[in-house]
C-alpha cells in the first residue's frame, strides 16, 4: 500500500520569506511524486514532479521541490513567498507498479502568506 | 483550450434520491478518476476507469455508481444509498502514470 503524510495542516510565511511545505511518503519500489495547488471552489493545478533524475526539481510559479529517496520526503519550497501563493496545498505518490496510475493524496497543507 | 468538465457546479440533492455528477474531457486521455473532498481529508478514490467499458472501485466506492461508454464522459452517480453525500467531487483524467492528473472545478453537492 501507498501512503503519503503532509505533517502540517497549517505553514504561515511572511511575504518575500522562504517557504517549505513537508510531505514524506510511503511505497513499494520507486515513486512518482507530484505537488498540486487547490484554490478556493477551483479543482487541483499540477505544480511539479519527480519521476527520476535531478534531485531537485524545478515547477510552475518559482516552486521547486527536493526528493530524498533515505528520507522518503519530496518538500516544496520557494525562496521568496508571495501573497497570492495563499492556497491549500497536495503532495501525491504514485508506485511503479500501481495499477492505472492511481495516486494516493495527503490530505493538505493550507500555506498563508502575510504581507 | 483542452480541459475537463464538470456540471453542474452545485447541486441539491433530495432525500431518497439519485443525482449524477458530469464529467467530461477533450485531452484524449484514457485514465478517468472520481474523488470527493471533504475538509480536512484530502482527496479520496471513488472509482477509476483506465479505458471505455471498464471502470474499478476505488478506496469509498459504496453508495456510487458510474458509467464509461464513452472515452471523453465519465458521470458518477450519487444514490440513495450514500447516506452522507454532502462534500465536493472532483473529476480527473491523465495520459500515463508518469504524467499529473488534471482536474476539472468540482461539484459541490448539498443534501436539501
Known amino acids: 500500500a501507498q501512503s503519503v503524510a503532509q505533517p502540517e495542516d497549517q505553514v504561515n510565511v511572511a511575504e518575500g520569506n522562504p517557504l517549505t511545505v513537508k510531505c514524506t511518503y510511503s511505497v513499494s519500489g520507486n515513486p512518482y511524486l507530484f505537488w498540486y495547488v487547490q484554490y478556493p471552489n477551483r479543482g487541483l493545478q499540477f505544480l511539479l514532479k519527480y519521476i527520476t533524475g535531478d534531485n531537485l526539481v524545478k515547477g510552475s510559479y518559482g516552486f521547486e521541490a527536493e526528493f530524498n529517496k533515505s528520507q522518503t520526503s519530496f518538500h516544496l519550497k520557494k525562496p521568496s513567498a508571495l501573497v497570492s501563493d495563499s492556497a491549500l496545498y497536495f503532495c501525491?505518490?504514485?508506485?511503479?507498479?500501481?495499477?492505472?496510475?492511481?495516486?494516493?493524496f495527503g490530505d493538505g497543507t493550507t500555506l498563508t502568506v502575510k504581507p | 483550450d483542452g480541459g475537463i468538465t464538470q456540471s453542474p457546479k452545485y447541486l441539491f440533492r433530495k432525500e431518497g434520491q439519485n443525482v449524477t455528477l458530469s464529467c467530461e474531457q477533450n485531452?484524449?486521455?484514457?485514465?478517468m478518476y472520481w474523488y470527493r473532498q471533504d475538509p480536512g481529508q484530502g482527496l479520496r478514490l471513488i472509482y477509476y476507469?483506465?479505458?471505455?467499458?471498464?471502470?474499478q472501485k476505488g478506496d469509498i466506492a459504496e453508495g456510487y455508481s458510474v458509467s464509461r461508454e464513452k472515452k471523453e464522459s465519465f458521470p458518477l452517480t450519487v444514490t440513495s444509498a450514500q447516506k452522507n453525500p454532502t462534500a465536493f467531487y472532483l473529476c480527473?483524467?491523465?495520459?500515463?502514470?508518469?504524467?499529473?492528473?488534471?482536474f476539472g472545478d468540482g461539484t459541490r453537492l448539498s443534501i436539501l
Open positions: 485531452l484524449n486521455h484514457d485514465a
Open positions: 476507469s483506465q479505458i471505455v467499458n471498464d471502470f
Open positions: 480527473a483524467s491523465t495520459e500515463d502514470r508518469l504524467q499529473p492528473q488534471h
Open positions: 501525491a505518490v504514485r508506485g511503479l507498479n500501481t495499477n492505472a496510475g492511481k495516486s494516493t
